[in-house]
């Protein structure tokens, strides 16, 4: 695979090669042993992640004709910043980019699939997700930090804890996917916020009504809870007015959701 400096990036232009394998984690040394009074070969192996680490690709192109990318292919790669995907790439496999710490841009192209893990403990702060993506893996943007945009197709199957620890998780009824989350600050706070506008986050999709119960579970200070109707992009019916205001129990948020959605 051949690598190019562009814009200042050494950029690889991946194309589907297996990148490690055994030869390329192995060092062959020669050392002179002075008690033996020999010369002593040694061949020392180091592990893949190891390896990653040390790779200097700032920017990775995947070209033409790749249409997958295989499980944890660029994982612990920390010099990665951007990743641009051709049109071809239909599916990226579990952990692809996972601890890509460095990563803060990725053009997905009409990715179909996006595996478990895939961009976990990156550093992305935006993610547009093609229309035609039908599935997003548990995990898949775990643990990045500045993430505050994420849109999700209307018909994509989303696994648990996309959004697990990312900025979303302040901003988003749909952040709040974790019911072990002990802290659920932005409800206790959104009265208070007024930077807060839920057309920054550009979710799609529908909660289920256990979303809205785990989003609720563990409010703590939690008073009111409102949605403006004035909000131009509203994410669900179910959340565009009518405020949950001093509701302490979880059977009474379940009996309320339901009446809105008519099923009571």
């Known amino acids: ?6 814009d200042g990036l050494l950029t690889l232009f991946y194309d589907g090669s297996e990148l ?3 030869k390329l984690g192995s060092q062959f040394t020669i050392e002179y042993d ?13 592990s893949k992640d190891y390896w990653m680490e040390r790779q200097s690709w ?3 192109i995947v070209v033409n004709g790749v249409t997958e990318i295989p499980e944890r292919t660029f994982h612990f790669c920390w010099n990665i910043k951007r990743v641009i995907f051709s049109d071809t790439v239909v599916r990226i496999k579990q952990w692809a980019f996972s601890c890509c710490s460095s990563l803060v841009y990725v053009k997905l192209a009409l990715t179909v699939h996006i595996g478990e893990g895939a961009f976990s403990s990156c550093n992305l702060s935006s993610v547009f997700i093609p229309p035609r993506c039908r599935e997003i893996g548990g995990w898949a943007f775990d643990n990045n930090e500045n993430l505050t945009i994420l849109n999700v197709p209307q018909d994509t199957e989303v696994g648990d804890r996309i959004f697990n620890y990312t900025e979303l998780l302040g901003r988003s009824p749909f952040g709040v996917l974790d019911p072990a989350r002990e ?3 932005w409800l206790k706070n959104i009265n208070n916020d007024e930077q807060f506008a839920l057309h920054r986050v550009c979710s799609s999709f529908e909660p289920t009504l256990d979303m809205i119960l785990d989003a609720m579970t563990n409010k703590g200070g939690l008073m009111a809870f ?5 909000i131009g992009i509203t994410p669900s019916k179910y959340l565009k007015e009518n405020p949950y205001a001093h509701v302490s129990e979880k059977e009474v ?4 959701v339901l009446q809105m959605m008519g099923e009571e």
């Open 253 to 256: 948020i379940e009996k309320y």
């Open 34 to 46: 002075r008690d033996q009074e020999s010369w002593d070969q040694r061949i020392s192996s180091e």
């Open 20 to 22: 490690w394998n055994e």
């Open 226 to 230: 409102n949605v403006e109707n004035s």
């Open 58 to 60: 700032e920017q990775v």
């Open 183 to 185: 802290t659920n600050t």
């Open 1 to 6: 695979m051949r690598t190019e400096t562009i």
